[in-house]
């Protein structure tokens, strides 16, 4: 597809030692060509991000830097390695189900990965987690100038309360939960999110029968990495590393609140909404970006996010008796927390079901995403 590109290996020394190689793609003078014939020019200054990750390594953390790609997984009756009550990063896509152990993911932070989905068609897929501000999403990894090569990501610094990832593909600096560049070539451009919750290993089991969960070995278990009294959903602990680019003065919230926050659209504002409200209120409704929205909890730890247009219509929801997860709106249709519409009219829907559109956003600690969302609102109850 791409006439002229040449395919070479870039090592990069991550000190003691090591060296990092991965696959950069581009035509001989350093760019990346798109089909339309122009080319994405890199930023000279793109390999800064280089140096970041040397001076992670050069701290100890050389281990904690680098990305877990395409991990072996085993099914969930072979899942030996975790215990019930093990939080796990759960992903439901197009019928596939796959967990991510969050003692594995706190060891790794970036998954770069491929999900099988029917018999010939894999997904690519990027999973990023912090323990620190308990964070996390993911993300369809692929761009318009490189649809037939997923962009593959690391962590490249720390900046506004959590670390900042770097695709090797332009070397573009991008936020990790809103999956958009922030720097280089790239800058602007937003990736794909793919819903996601963090639960108990015990939960999505017995949601996800047919699960498949990433393989972890008993040793990567005992790494004390991600194993302090830290390494929790909503803890008051500050890393240093971290504490030095976050915003601890806006104190509209406690720092360590969980928030889910809707990312700005064009013409919107960024809003944090208190976790504790969405749990206490389903179906949370309000006003979000300039349209209304429905909020769900999913998990122990996540939030769909969908907007309540639909058709020309502004849907309203209740819950459904004995339900946490299905709706139904004032026409007596019924609906899922992925945004799917089960019963139309008094009948099952067919394959092509009625869709609600999902908004961007991500569960994490305020002070992180005030960090990155200054400008954010808070929603509070009247």
């Given at each position: 597809m791409f006439?002229g590109?040449?395919q070479?290996w870039?090592?990069?020394g991550l000190?003691c030692?090591?060296v990092?190689?991965w696959?950069?793609?581009?035509?001989?003078?350093?760019?990346v060509?798109?089909p339309?014939?122009s080319?994405l020019?890199q930023?000279?200054?793109a390999p800064s991000?280089?140096?970041h990750?040397r001076?992670?390594?050069?701290?100890?953390?050389?281990e904690?830097?680098l990305?877990?790609?395409?991990p072996d997984?085993v099914?969930a009756?072979?899942?030996?390695?975790?215990?019930?009550?093990d939080l796990?990063?759960?992903?439901?896509?197009?019928g596939?189900?796959?967990?991510?152990?969050w003692w594995?993911?706190?060891?790794f932070h970036?998954v770069?990965?491929t999900l099988?989905?029917?018999?010939q068609?894999?997904?690519?897929?990027?999973?990023?987690?912090?323990?620190q501000?308990?964070?996390s999403a993911?993300?369809?990894?692929?761009i318009?100038?490189?649809?037939?090569?997923?962009?593959?990501f690391?962590i490249?610094?720390?900046?506004?309360?959590?670390?900042?990832?770097?695709d090797?593909?332009?070397?573009?600096k991008?936020h990790?939960?809103?999956?958009?560049a922030t720097e280089?070539?790239l800058?602007?451009?937003r990736?794909?999110?793919?819903?996601s919750?963090?639960?108990?290993?015990k939960?999505?089991?017995?949601k996800h029968?047919?699960?498949d969960v990433?393989?972890?070995s008993?040793?990567?278990?005992?790494?004390?990495?991600?194993?302090?009294f830290?390494?929790s959903m909503g803890?008051?602990?500050?890393h240093?590393v971290f504490?030095?680019?976050?915003?601890?003065?806006?104190q509209?919230l406690?720092?360590n609140?969980?928030?889910?926050g809707?990312?700005p659209?064009?013409?919107?504002q960024?809003?944090?909404?208190?976790?504790?409200l969405i749990?206490s209120?389903?179906?949370?409704?309000?006003?979000?970006?300039?349209q209304p929205v429905?909020?769900?909890?999913s998990g122990d730890f996540?939030?769909r996010?969908?907007?309540?247009?639909?058709?020309?219509?502004t849907?309203?929801?209740?819950?459904?008796?004995?339900?946490?997860?299905s709706?139904?709106?004032?026409?007596?249709?019924?609906?899922d927390?992925?945004?799917r519409c089960?019963?139309?009219?008094?009948?099952a829907?067919?394959?092509?079901?009625?869709?609600l559109?999902?908004?961007?956003?991500?569960?994490t600690?305020w002070?992180?995403?005030?960090s990155?969302?200054?400008?954010s609102?808070v929603?509070a109850e009247?």
């Amino acid at each position: 597809m791409f006439k002229g590109i040449n395919q070479f290996w870039v090592g990069l020394g991550l000190g003691c030692g090591l060296v990092a190689t991965w696959v950069f793609l581009g035509p001989s003078s350093g760019s990346v060509a798109d089909p339309s014939g122009s080319e994405l020019v890199q930023d000279p200054a793109a390999p800064s991000w280089v140096s970041h990750a040397r001076g992670l390594t050069m701290a100890g953390n050389r281990e904690y830097a680098l990305p877990l790609n395409n991990p072996d997984t085993v099914s969930a009756e072979q899942a030996t390695h975790l215990k019930e009550s093990d939080l796990v990063i759960g992903l439901s896509i197009y019928g596939k189900a796959r967990a991510y152990p969050w003692w594995i993911m706190s060891n790794f932070h970036v998954v770069n990965d491929t999900l099988q989905v029917g018999q010939q068609s894999q997904l690519p897929l990027m999973v990023a987690m912090c323990e620190q501000c308990s964070g996390s999403a993911a993300f369809i990894p692929t761009i318009p100038e490189l649809e037939d090569r997923p962009l593959t990501f690391q962590i490249c610094g720390v900046h506004n309360g959590t670390f900042e990832i770097a695709d090797f593909q332009s070397q573009s600096k991008w936020h990790p939960f809103a999956g958009e560049a922030t720097e280089g070539p790239l800058k602007g451009r937003r990736l794909t999110q793919v819903g996601s919750t963090i639960t108990s290993w015990k939960s999505w089991r017995e949601k996800h029968p047919h699960t498949d969960v990433v393989l972890g070995s008993e040793t990567l278990r005992q790494r004390p990495h991600g194993q302090s009294f830290g390494a929790s959903m909503g803890h008051a602990h500050m890393h240093p590393v971290f504490g030095k680019s976050s915003n601890l003065e806006d104190q509209r919230l406690p720092s360590n609140t969980l928030v889910f926050g809707l990312l700005p659209e064009p013409g919107g504002q960024a809003l944090a909404v208190p976790y504790d409200l969405i749990r206490s209120r389903v179906p949370l409704q309000i006003d979000g970006n300039g349209q209304p929205v429905v909020l769900l909890p999913s998990g122990d730890f996540g939030v769909r996010a969908y907007a309540r247009q639909q058709e020309g219509q502004t849907l309203t929801f209740t819950r459904v008796s004995g339900s946490t997860f299905s709706l139904q709106d004032q026409d007596g249709n019924i609906w899922d927390e992925y945004g799917r519409c089960l019963l139309k009219d008094g009948q099952a829907t067919e394959a092509k079901a009625p869709q609600l559109k999902m908004l961007r956003g991500y569960l994490t600690e305020w002070y992180e995403w005030v960090s990155a969302q200054p400008e954010s609102l808070v929603f509070a109850e009247d």
